[in-house]
């Protein structure tokens, strides 16, 4: 759980020292960090666009005219986690070419653990046809000589099917391309991961992909489906909207403890879908203390009763308490849940 400002600044201007330290010190006045948000992860076009003499990377010098170590340090002050991006290629992906780490692998990472870099996202731009587990091993080799712990966030898009092999390279994987700020696009990233449940777990996650939540173009609906069904997926839960300006709304739904605690939970199950017609999608999600997360997903545009069972969801007879974990409202049963589900909407109970 973090940061990271793909989402919202891309590399415009305004991604630089002031706004990474802002959004440090907002994790920390909101209640974010204490929620379970750590790390502060940059994304692209942090770097210059040449090495120096000696082949190290060197940051921005008007972005960063500090260096990126006295960001990291900034951001460990707070007690938060410093994370920062490069490509499995010769150039990372933006357009104006910034130095990717194909073939300097050892040094790169050396200079990060320099710098207290604790989280790497490793792209896949300008990968010059080499062979993807060999590329993504060689980093994640580079880290680990290191001695210093750094999460691996494998970024190759779901191209080379890395839920089958990158469990023992890296620590996440993206399955999918970039997310947008758009309902059609959540919900396609949504229904590509759900089916990849079987490969993630503890240390090894797939990665839909990083949060849309308060950047505006969806409805508050539609982010509070977003954010379940991102936890339901046990995914990284990277925030990706200005949280120095967030509404009221978008901090309820991030800083959602229940859901966050569905993400989080230590049995570290993701969830699958039990039944999915008409494009209303049952979700159950196994937890460590066993109880059972069931999240009842309506895709379509109109309001519509979704509908399971305690048996259907794996859970014993008896009666249980089922908890509305958005209105927090509590009722029991016996056997039937439903709901009346909003288009576009979530409802997601925890059955204790
Ligand atoms: C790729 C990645 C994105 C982002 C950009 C940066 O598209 O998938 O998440 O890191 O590169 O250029």
């Given amino acids: 759980m973090g940061f990271n400002n793909w989402n919202l600044t ?6 630089n020292e002031a706004f990474v330290e802002g959004i440090a010190d907002t994790l920390v006045s909101t209640g974010l960090k204490d929620a379970g ?10 770097a210059q666009s040449s090495r120096d ?6 940051p921005d010098k008007t972005r ?19 994370g920062l991006y490069t490509s499995a290629g010769t150039k990372t992906c933006n357009k104006a070419g910034f ?6 692998e050892k040094q790169d990472a050396a200079l990060w653990a320099s710098w207290g870099v604790d989280y790497l996202k490793y792209d896949n731009c300008n990968n010059q046809g080499q062979d993807a587990k060999k590329r993504y091993t060689a980093m994640r080799d580079a880290l680990a000589a290191t001695g210093r712990p750094i999460l691996y966030s494998i970024c190759e898009w779901g191209q080379n099917q890395p839920w089958t092999w990158a469990a023992p390279v890296g620590n996440s994987w993206r399955t999918t391309g970039d997310i947008n700020d758009s309902y059609a696009k959540m919900l396609s990233i949504y229904k590509a991961d759900i089916k990849l449940g079987k490969y993630a777990g503890p240390g090894h996650w797939n990665d839909p992909d990083m949060l849309e939540v308060g950047n505006g173009k969806m409805t508050d609906t539609e982010y509070r489906s977003h954010f379940t069904l991102w936890a339901m997926m046990a995914a990284p839960l990277l925030i990706g909207s200005d949280i120095r ?3 009221a709304a978008t901090l309820t739904i991030l800083r959602n403890a229940d859901v966050i605690a569905l993400d989080q939970d230590a049995k570290g199950v993701q ?5 999915s017609a008409d494009g209303l999608h049952v979700i159950r999600k196994p937890l460590a203390d066993g109880d059972t997360a069931v999240a009842l ?7 519509a009763k979704i509908s399971t069972t305690l048996s259907a969801i794996g859970v014993s007879s008896g009666t249980h308490t089922l908890t509305d974990l958005w209105s927090k409202a509590k009722s029991t049963t016996s056997g039937p849940i439903s709901a009346s589900v909003p288009a576009h909407g979530t409802v997601v109970y925890r059955v204790h």
Avoid at 99 to 104: R, V
């Fill in 64 to 82: 960063f005219p500090h260096g990126i170590k006295a960001v990291a340090d900034y951001v460990h002050a707070k007690g938060l986690k410093f």
């Fill in 10 to 15: 891309q590399c415009g201007a305004q991604f």
């Fill in 53 to 58: 003499g000696k082949g190290n990377l060197v």
């Fill in 245 to 247: 300006k967030a509404s």
């Fill in 271 to 275: 969830g699958n879908e039990i039944s």
């Fill in 37 to 46: 948000y750590q790390y502060v992860n940059l994304d692209d076009c942090w």
């Fill in 99 to 104: 130095p990717g780490a194909l073939g300097h």
């Fill in 297 to 303: 997903f309506n895709e379509t545009g109109s309001t």
